[in-house]
């Protein structure tokens, strides 16, 4: 695999890693704590939630663009990540009857099926990266000018008449 090739691939690997974190930044950042009752989520929390949900379309996008047919095996491995762990905060969410919990679970599984819904179809629409092919009349690198080739094929026309009186 080429140096390119694995850094494209890369890239798109981390790009859908990384946007689902989008809904736990605002958690972070404003101190969410307390035990599961008494858990309070910050204000606009409902507003982080979608904007994980654009947040991680956005990402499969990208990462179809950058990795384009390798994209094929890196959204749905790094999505599918997200949406195992979104289940399982739903379950968590429900057995402790955390609606917050709960609902952040179902946007985790719901961005993850959206994005890739949304890039896989663009990946593989985009298919393979376009090599780019010297013309038939540019020269192979390292020569001056285009070789001509002789024609060495002959119709039965073109050849000496003791030729064809031989093969009678």
Do not use: C
Not at 4 to 29: C, D, E, N, Q
Not at 47 to 53: G, I, M, R
Not at 81 to 103: F, K, N, P
Not at 120 to 148: K, N, S, V
């Amino acid at each position: 695999m080429s140096r390119s090739r694995y850094i494209r691939r890369s890239a798109a690997i981390l790009l859908t890693l990384a946007a689902p974190l989008v809904s736990i930044s605002g958690a972070l950042t404003t101190g969410l704590n307390g035990t599961s009752p008494a858990v309070r989520f910050p204000p606009g929390y409902g507003v982080t939630l979608a904007a994980t949900v654009a947040a991680t379309t956005l990402a499969a996008v990208l990462a179809a663009l950058i990795a384009r047919r390798d994209a094929l095996v890196a959204i749905p491995v790094s999505l599918g990540i997200w949406a195992i762990t979104g289940a399982s905060v739903v379950a968590a969410g429900i057995q402790l009857r955390h609606t917050g919990l709960t609902d952040w679970g179902w946007i985790l599984v719901t961005a993850s099926v959206i994005g890739a819904a949304v890039g896989m179809p663009l990946a593989a629409r985009l298919g393979r990266p376009q090599r780019t092919r010297r013309p038939m009349t540019m020269p192979e690198p390292g020569q001056t000018a285009p070789q001509q080739q002789e024609k060495t094929t002959t119709s039965i026309r073109q050849r000496p008449a003791a030729v064809t009186e031989r093969g009678r």
